[in-house]
């Protein structure tokens, strides 16, 4: 008897059908054929190089991987999630750059004044330091420092950045 051996995963062929709306409610655009693996990005990039109209991708995984059998569906993300899902990524990778490192923190509330043409910020008059570990903790002693509800942005400054004092203590 002859043993079976696993398909390497780079040799496995895989499918996705690509749909202008929902998957079996609407007409199917193309499908594409790959081997090896491929991530959503870039199976979306592959759908948007066939059409810009399409809506959903139907992934059919190779009869010998593991997972073959289950649903796998991507779904066109909106403007505003595509935007939401690039801003959390460049959020992630600086939290994930700067985590543990001490940062200053300048809080300011923008006025906006009737008649002119650009809002001002108004910076206020402490900065407060501390270890930075995620940006929705700065949020929160934002709060705690210029009040919730109160400041509308604020600046971060690596400690090793800003300036050596002039004096320390007349």
């Known amino acids: 008897m002859k043993k079976k051996t696993a398909k390497s995963p780079v040799t496995m062929k895989h499918s996705a059908s690509i749909w202008d709306g929902n998957v079996g409610t609407s007409r199917c655009i193309d499908v594409v054929h790959w081997e090896g693996d491929i991530t959503p ?5 592959v759908a948007n190089q066939i059409s810009q109209d399409w809506q959903m991708v139907d992934l ?3 009869p010998a991987h593991p ?6 569906q991507l779904r066109r993300l909106t403007d ?5 899902a690039e801003f959390l990524k460049r959020r992630a990778a ?4 700067h985590a543990g490192k001490r940062v200053w923190v ?4 923008i006025e906006v004044r009737p008649g002119e043409h650009t809002d ?3 910076f ?10 995620t940006l929705d903790e700065i949020e929160a002693l934002c709060d705690q420092h210029y009040g919730a509800g109160i400041w509308d942005e604020y600046s971060l400054y690596l400690d090793d950045k800003l300036p050596k004092p002039l004096a320390i203590d007349f």
């Open 67 to 72: 997972l073959h059998g289950n649903a796998y």
């Open 106 to 109: 300048h809080g300011y509330h």
């Open 124 to 133: 206020y008059d402490t900065m407060f330091s501390t270890v930075l570990r």
């Open 60 to 62: 059919q995984l190779d």
């Open 120 to 122: 001002q910020p108004f």
């Open 94 to 97: 600086f939290e994930a750059k």
């Open 41 to 45: 990005e870039d199976l979306a990039n």
């Open 80 to 84: 505003d999630e595509y935007e939401e």
